[in-house]
């Protein structure tokens, strides 16, 4: 997710699930081949696994960003079908690649011919009127077999005109059912579901029928659910790190290495802000990272003393 799940977030994700797959956000294919390519691709091998996300609809370009995205280390490179904001749009890619799905079946098949990893893509159900299962059905015939067996799908449509990509992720309503109904009609494709979800239940209910979910808002908004995906869904996985506090200590390691290699406070504080959602003291700890770690003068100790606002509580 744009500003959301940068490499900070992604660290902290990790610390509280070891299996779940973490996506890094969109990164544009022609920003990353203009220059500092590492200043998109820098990441932790600690927060493995972990996919790249690229935007972008010219085949050898898209590759090339594909090779070093693999280069860099990721596990996977994913293909953004579904971003609906205008700059994308008149880019001619993200949701707007969904009419034409021969143009998407050439990246996929370039992609994937360029790296030994797999390639995936991340969609919605249609756009606009085009939002009939058929026409879903119709879009993943002609990508399948192009190079990507794993379909993530965010089950909304999207309006190119008229809304706003905010209102793009919450007015089209959502059609879980059309994602059940394409891993019945693909049953060898990998169909993940996405939208809507933040519950272990509503998860459990649609891992019946899907190979699995993805989670968005969820993941940053209620982050400590992510503390508790590998007992509930991954076999053979204990993972005992159940206390927002551990969580909190293991990440200031982190912080503070990365504060003194020049990263700001600000940055590392952001992906803390939901830690303690729900606990008392919650929203004076978010006001505390808000205003303590954006200071010229913010240090780790910025970050520290926001401990004194939440309670030790069992989770
Ligand atoms: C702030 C924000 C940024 C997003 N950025 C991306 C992105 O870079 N790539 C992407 O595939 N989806 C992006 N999304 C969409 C989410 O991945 C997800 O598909 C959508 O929010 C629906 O899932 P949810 O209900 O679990 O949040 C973004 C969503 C939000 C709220």
Request: charged share 20%; with cysteine.
């Amino acid at each position: 997710m744009m500003q959301y799940t940068d490499r900070h977030f992604r660290y902290l994700a990790r610390i509280m699930s070891q299996r779940a797959r973490l996506y890094t956000e969109m990164i544009v294919c022609e920003a990353l081949l203009r220059g500092r390519p590492e200043r998109f691709l820098a990441h932790s091998d600690f927060e493995q696994p972990v996919a790249l996300q690229l935007g972008g609809c010219d085949p050898k370009k898209l590759s090339t960003a594909a090779k070093l995205g693999e280069q860099a280390g990721f596990c996977e490179i994913n293909l953004n079908l579904g971003c609906p904001s205008s700059r994308v749009k008149s880019g001619r890619f993200g949701v707007a690649l969904m009419g034409e799905p021969q143009l998407v079946a050439d990246c996929l098949t370039e992609m994937s011919s360029a790296v030994n990893i797999p390639i995936t893509i991340k969609t919605r159900i249609g756009i606009a009127q085009n939002d009939s299962y058929e026409e879903l059905f119709k879009f993943v015939e002609a990508i399948d077999g192009s190079g990507t067996k794993a379909i993530i799908v965010h089950a909304r449509k999207a309006w190119l005109d008229g809304y706003s990509p905010r209102e793009n992720r919450e007015i089209p309503p959502l059609r879980h059912d059309l994602v059940h109904q394409l891993k019945h009609d693909f049953p060898h494709l990998t169909v993940v579901l996405n939208g809507g979800l933040s519950s272990k239940s509503e998860i459990n209910h649609h891992l019946q029928h899907v190979d699995g979910v993805m989670l968005g808002r969820a993941a940053y908004k209620t982050p400590f659910l992510l503390a508790t995906v590998d007992n509930a869904f991954f076999e053979s996985v204990t993972n005992n790190l159940v206390d927002r506090f551990d969580i909190f200590h293991q990440y200031i390691e982190y912080a503070r290495v990365q504060i003194n290699a020049g990263t700001y406070p600000r940055h590392i504080a952001k992906p803390l802000h939901y830690l303690f959602r729900g606990q008392p003291g919650a929203r004076q700890w978010r006001r505390h990272l808000s205003e303590y770690c954006t200071r010229s003068n913010a240090g780790i100790d910025s970050l520290q003393s926001a401990l004194k606002w939440v309670e030790r509580t069992t989770p």
